[in-house]
C-alpha cells in the first residue's frame, strides 16, 4: 500500500529486494510524526494538504553525488552541443540548460563552473541555469550551497580556492555570486503542468532519474523532457540510461565525448 | 562574476482540464499542440475514442507515441482494445507502438494474452509471444509452454521458445521437448530448445 502510494506521488516503483529500504525510511517518518503503528501514519500521510506528503517524498528519493560527475558530459556540452545550441541565436539571447534532477546543487553549479571556465563565448550570452528536484529539502541544501570535502574530490586546487569560500576546517561554501546564478525550484518531472511551468531549454541534464520510474512513468516523463526542450535542444542522461529503450522521440546524437538525445529542429531551423 | 543570469518562471497553470477543447486540439492543431492534447487527454477516459480516431490519420511519429503513452497511461479496457486493433494494422510502425503500448499495461495484456497467442494469424501469436516477455513468469509460462504443444508456425514455436529461455521454470521442460520432437528437421529449433532447457535448468540450479 505504501508503495503504491509512493507510485502515484513520484512514479519510483519499489519492488521486491527493496524492503530494507523503504522500512527503514519509514519507521524514519513514523518516529519523526510520533505515529506509533503504520495505519495512523498512513492517514496522516494521506490526510488532505498534509504537510507530511513533502516530507514523505524527501524521505524516500536518493540524493548521493559530487562536483563534476560525469564530466565527459561537461565536456561535450561545451565542446559540441553549445556551438550547435546558439547558431541561431543573436548575441544576448538567453540560453537555458536545466539539471533535473540537481540533488544538492553539486551539478548546477559544476555546470556553471565548468561553462565559465570553459566555454569562450559564455559572456556572450544570457545564461540560465535552473536546478530542480521533486525533495525541497535537498533545492534547499543546494541554494544553501555547502559542501563537504567528498562533494569537492573531483576539483583541483585552483577550482576550489576560485569557487568556494571555507567556513570552517570541513566545508565549503560555493561562493555568493554562483549561489546568485543559479535557481532551484521544486518540480516532479511526471507532472506535465509543474513541468510546463518551466519553459523551454536548451539543453537538460537528466541522469540516473529515469531508472528509479517503471515503464509508464518513464514513457511520460520522456515526452515531459521532450515538451520542455527548444527544437535542436539536448537531452543528457546518465551513462547507464538508454532513451532509446524508452521512447522514440529523440535523435540520437553520437559525439567525442558523449551519446545525448536531440529533440529533432523544427524544418528551416539548424 | 555573475556571468550567469538568474532565471524565472512562468506562472503557474491554473484551472482543470477542457478535455473537450483538448479533443478539438487534437484534430486540428499544429503539431505541438496535438501533442500537447493527446497528452493532456491521458487524464480522461471519455477522450478513448478521439484519440483512437487520431491514430487513423496520417500522422508524426511522435504524435503517435504520445497518443499511446496516453491510452497506456489510462489502462483500460477501451484503451487496451484500441491498441489491440492496431496490433493487426498494415502499418509495421503502428503495429510496433501498440505492442509497445500493451506492455505497458500488464493486467490488461493477462487477460488477452490467452486468446492472443491462440489468434487465428500467426502475426499476431508472434506478438503475442514478445508480449508474454514483460509478464510475471507464473502467468505466462505456462500459456506458451502450452502453445508450444500445438503451434503450427514454427517461427511462432521460435519466439515462444526464446521467451521460454528467459521466464520458463522446470514445469516447462517437457513441452519444449515435446516441440522439438514435432519439428526433428528444424535444426535450429531443435538448438534453441537445447539452449532454453540449459537456460531453466541453469536458473533452476
Known amino acids: 500500500m505504501l508503495c503504491d502510494h509512493l507510485y502515484r506521488e513520484t512514479g519510483i516503483a519499489f519492488g521486491e529486494g527493496k524492503e530494507y529500504y523503504v522500512t527503514r525510511r519509514l519507521t524514519e517518518r513514523m518516529l519523526a510524526t510520533e505515529n506509533v503503528d503504520f495505519a495512523a501514519y498512513f492517514a496522516h500521510l494521506t490526510t488532505q494538504g498534509s504537510a507530511e506528503r513533502q516530507h514523505f517524498i524527501n524521505a524516500f528519493t536518493v540524493n548521493e553525488t559530487y562536483f563534476y560527475r560525469e564530466d565527459y558530459q561537461l565536456r561535450c556540452l561545451t565542446g559540441d552541443l553549445l556551438a550547435n545550441c546558439v547558431a541561431a541565436k543573436p548575441p544576448g539571447a538567453p540560453l537555458r540548460i536545466w539539471s533535473l534532477p540537481c540533488s544538492t546543487g553539486e551539478e548546477?553549479?559544476?555546470?556553471?563552473?565548468?561553462?565559465?571556465?570553459?566555454?569562450?563565448?559564455?559572456?556572450?550570452?544570457?545564461?540560465?541555469?535552473?536546478?530542480?528536484?521533486?525533495?525541497?529539502?535537498?533545492?534547499?541544501?543546494?541554494?544553501?550551497?555547502?559542501?563537504?570535502?567528498?562533494?569537492?574530490?573531483?576539483?583541483?586546487?585552483?577550482?576550489?580556492?576560485?569557487?568556494?569560500?571555507?567556513?570552517?576546517?570541513?566545508?565549503?561554501?560555493?561562493?555568493?555570486?554562483?549561489?546568485?546564478?543559479?535557481?532551484?525550484?521544486?518540480?516532479?518531472?511526471?507532472?506535465?503542468?509543474?513541468?510546463?511551468?518551466?519553459?523551454?531549454?536548451?539543453?537538460?541534464?537528466?541522469?540516473?532519474?529515469?531508472?528509479?520510474?517503471?515503464?509508464?512513468?518513464?514513457?511520460?516523463?520522456?515526452?515531459?523532457?521532450?515538451?520542455?526542450?527548444?527544437?535542436?535542444?539536448?537531452?543528457?542522461?546518465?551513462?547507464a540510461e538508454s532513451m532509446s529503450r524508452i521512447s522514440g522521440i529523440f535523435e540520437v546524437c553520437r559525439y567525442a565525448d558523449a551519446i545525448v538525445y536531440r529533440r529533432p529542429p523544427e524544418p528551416g531551423h539548424g | 562574476m555573475p556571468l550567469i543570469r538568474k532565471a524565472a518562471l512562468l506562472p503557474a497553470q491554473t484551472g482543470g482540464l477542457d478535455w473537450q477543447v483538448?479533443?478539438?486540439?487534437?484534430?486540428?492543431?499544429?503539431?505541438?499542440?496535438?501533442?500537447?492534447?493527446?497528452?493532456?487527454?491521458?487524464?480522461?477516459?471519455?477522450?478513448?475514442?478521439?484519440?483512437?480516431?487520431?491514430?487513423?490519420?496520417?500522422?508524426?511519429?511522435?504524435?503517435?507515441?504520445?497518443?499511446?503513452?496516453?491510452?497506456?497511461?489510462?489502462?483500460?479496457?477501451?484503451?487496451?482494445?484500441?491498441?489491440?486493433?492496431?496490433?493487426?494494422a498494415d502499418d509495421a510502425e503502428l503495429r510496433c507502438l501498440a505492442l509497445d503500448a500493451m506492455k505497458l499495461m500488464p493486467q490488461q495484456a493477462a487477460s488477452h494474452l490467452p486468446s492472443l497467442l491462440g489468434d487465428t494469424d500467426p502475426d499476431i501469436r508472434l506478438s503475442a509471444c514478445e508480449l508474454a516477455r514483460q509478464m510475471p513468469p507464473e502467468t505466462a509460462a505456462p500459456l506458451l509452454a502450452a502453445r508450444l504443444t500445438s503451434e503450427p508456425q514454427v517461427n511462432v514455436c521460435a519466439a515462444a521458445i526464446e521467451v521460454l529461455a528467459e521466464i520458463g521454470r522446470p514445469a516447462e521442460l517437457p513441452s519444449l521437448g515435446a516441440c522439438a520432437a514435432r519439428f526433428p528437421a528444424e535444426f535450429f529449433l531443435n538448438f534453441s530448445v537445447e539452449a532454453a532447457a540449459d537456460q531453466i535448468r541453469a536458473r533452476a540450479g
Open chain 1, 108 to 239: 548546477p553549479y559544476s555546470i556553471a563552473i565548468w561553462m565559465l571556465e570553459n566555454w569562450p563565448l559564455v559572456d556572450n550570452y544570457n545564461i540560465e541555469i535552473i536546478g530542480s528536484d521533486i525533495d525541497t529539502a535537498v533545492l534547499e541544501a543546494a541554494r544553501g550551497g555547502v559542501y563537504g570535502k567528498r562533494a569537492l574530490m573531483r576539483l583541483d586546487s585552483r577550482l576550489v580556492a576560485k569557487y568556494f569560500e571555507q567556513p570552517d576546517a570541513e566545508n565549503w561554501r560555493v561562493i555568493g555570486d554562483l549561489r546568485d546564478s543559479v535557481l532551484f525550484a521544486p518540480v516532479n518531472a511526471l507532472e506535465t503542468l509543474e513541468m510546463r511551468r518551466f519553459g523551454r531549454f536548451d539543453v537538460i541534464f537528466c541522469r540516473n532519474m529515469l531508472i528509479y520510474f517503471d515503464e509508464v512513468s518513464r514513457r511520460i516523463a520522456a515526452e515531459n523532457l521532450y515538451e520542455a526542450l527548444l527544437p535542436g535542444g539536448y537531452l543528457c542522461l546518465g551513462h
Open chain 2, 22 to 88: 483538448e479533443v478539438s486540439r487534437l484534430q486540428a492543431g499544429s503539431a505541438d499542440e496535438r501533442r500537447a492534447a493527446a497528452r493532456a487527454l491521458a487524464a480522461e477516459p471519455r477522450a478513448v475514442p478521439a484519440l483512437a480516431a487520431a491514430l487513423n490519420e496520417p500522422a508524426d511519429a511522435r504524435l503517435r507515441e504520445a497518443i499511446f503513452t496516453s491510452l497506456a497511461t489510462q489502462d483500460n479496457a477501451a484503451s487496451f482494445a484500441v491498441m489491440l486493433c492496431h496490433l493487426r
